[in-house]
């Protein structure tokens, strides 16, 4: 059980103003959308990710998530190699409006750089963030 | 996009029944109009398994009144209009002189002298135009756009569901007909149709803005427990698409003829004359025309309007509109091809973000409901 800010931010994560949340494990990130995208996005219906190896650049747009009505732009919130992804949201897209910080996340990335986490907000400062929006 | 003088949406009459329902809202047709409540795919399943009520104010409604209104409308449209009896709804489509659309519409013959004509809300403001262009003796046109509510209801429990609330026998009402009876809430019988752009039996409920809250309310404060859902126009979307139904400014538009659109059932060529019959009976006879073809994608990548299609390696259309087709379990979409490539079992590539995507072509519609 994940410990939960207000509006259901979970503590223990960083997230990006684009609306994507990072978990780190020592200089490996598991990224996905947090819970406010997933709802305003609605019932996800595609997920496009860079292929395993692939070298991504903080903040460029590396894939797309497709909701019934509309293509969006995945920005990364972090750089490096990818090392893992989501596989079971080709036949299960719906988990990410389900478990958006479970069995919803997109991908994994080997960190090139790790101060690019200064860059990136605390579940505080989103959580102010979407409360704005 | 059409807005009112100040450049404001407008809104509905059941503009805050949408925001207490938890609505999210958009701009469509120069309205605020609810795109989901809850989910679309959620809106989606309610209206093919119970049913669902959704907003359609927005939607066009021109009175027609005279003895001129049949002979006048033939010579506008490519449908019949004249030989329509009181009571019967038709589908048809206003054309420019090339044989494009201008709309299509839903003619509703009230009695010998009315009518009431129901074109899409983001051509209200082009088709009024279009009617009041034309010359006509013994025709009088109101024009109550944004005046008048309308709500549909649809899928396979409306009947049961709307019956308690309505005066007429609902199951003796033929699918296209129409009927003007009381309805509880209402100080005055309105017009209900079985007509709907869904797939699924159903009604469509033409009435005062004023009183569209009560029966809203109404229709949902019995049957919503059992699974009468509000929808948007997410849902409407989706559910026209699967059923093959076209969607104005998609299948058709002013470059996008009816028979290009797969319409060619609508257009009766032994009307003696009628505004786009020379233009239409040339397209047909030279046969080379794109047209529209249902498409089925392989694999998870949604097709969207506007990605190339490709027959055989070469350029052969655009896609015209696509989506995930919950009901067939499959992305489907359409096509404005080339003919050959429009043929039943066509194998096409979609290119989507510079991958091309393989698709097969169908006959649509995709999704047709079980016979009751």
């Known amino acids: 059980m994940m410990t939960e800010m207000a509006n259901g931010v979970p503590a223990g994560l960083l997230y990006s103003k684009e609306h994507e949340w990072v978990k780190l494990d020592g200089d490996v990130a598991t990224v996905g959308i947090t819970d406010y995208a997933q709802s305003s996005l609605g019932d996800i219906v595609y997920v496009e990710m860079p292929r395993m190896g692939a070298t991504i650049t903080q903040f460029d747009s590396i894939g797309v998530v497709e909701s019934v009505k509309a293509v969006s732009d995945i920005f990364t919130p972090v750089g490096g190699e990818i090392v893992g992804t989501n596989g079971e949201l080709d036949s299960d897209p719906a988990s990410v409006n389900s478990d958006p910080y479970g069995q919803g996340w997109f991908y994994k990335v080997k960190l090139n750089d790790m101060s690019q986490t200064a860059n990136l907000l605390t579940p505080e400062q989103y959580e102010q963030l979407i409360a704005e929006s | 996009m059409t807005t009112d003088a100040s450049g404001t949406l407008r809104r509905t009459a059941l503009h805050d029944a949408h925001l207490a329902l938890g609505a999210r809202m958009v701009p469509f047709g120069g ?11 959620k809106e ?9 009520l959704f907003d359609l104010s ?16 033939e010579a506008l449209t490519v449908n019949k209009v004249a030989n329509m009896k009181p009571g019967q709804a038709r589908y048809n489509i206003f054309t420019n002189d090339r044989g494009g659309a201008h709309d299509d519409v839903i003619f509703y013959r009230l009695d010998e002298d009315r009518w009431l004509l129901v ?13 009041t262009a034309a010359p006509a ?7 109550l756009h944004g005046e008048r509510a309308l709500i549909a209801i649809q899928g396979p429990r409306s009947v049961e569901w709307l019956q308690p609330y309505v005066e007429a026998d609902l199951a003796a009402l033929k699918y296209y007909a129409c009927a003007e009876t009381r309805v509880k809430g209402t100080r005055e019988p309105i017009v209900i149709a079985r007509t709907g752009y869904t797939g699924e039996d159903g009604f469509e409920l033409f009435l005062p803005s004023d009183e569209a809250t009560g029966v809203w309310d109404l229709l949902l404060a019995e049957n919503r427990r059992h699974g009468l859902e509000p929808c948007g126009l997410g849902a409407r979307d989706v559910l026209r698409l699967e059923a093959g139904m076209p969607l104005y400014g998609h299948e058709m538009t002013e470059e996008i003829t009816p028979l290009q659109a797969g319409l060619a059932w609508a257009i009766k060529f032994d009307k003696p004359a009628f505004r ?39 350029r052969a259309g655009e896609i015209r509109s696509g989506s995930w087709g919950p009901s067939v379990d499959k992305n489907i979409g359409t096509a404005l091809v080339e003919p050959a490539a429009a043929a039943e079992g066509a194998s096409l590539e979609v290119e989507v973000r510079g991958v091309r995507h393989r698709a097969t072509v169908v006959l649509m519609p995709f999704y047709k409901r079980p016979k009751p």
């Open chain 2, 31 to 41: 309205f605020e109009m609810p795109v989901q409540y809850t989910s679309i795919l």
């Open chain 2, 44 to 52: 989606h399943e309610a209206v093919r398994k119970r049913a669902g």
């Open chain 2, 58 to 73: 927005h939607m066009g409604q021109f009175m027609l009144t005279g003895a001129g209104v049949g002979e006048w409308a």
């Open chain 2, 119 to 131: 074109v899409n809300a983001s051509n209200a403001d082009k088709m009024w135009g279009v009617v």
């Open chain 2, 137 to 143: 003796s013994g025709v009088e046109l109101v024009n």
């Open chain 2, 276 to 314: 786009a019959k020379e233009a239409l009976l040339a397209q047909r006879d030279a046969g080379d025309y794109a047209r529209i073809a249902g498409l089925v994608m392989e694999g998870r990548v949604p097709a969207r309007s506007g990605y190339p299609v490709f027959a055989n390696g070469a």
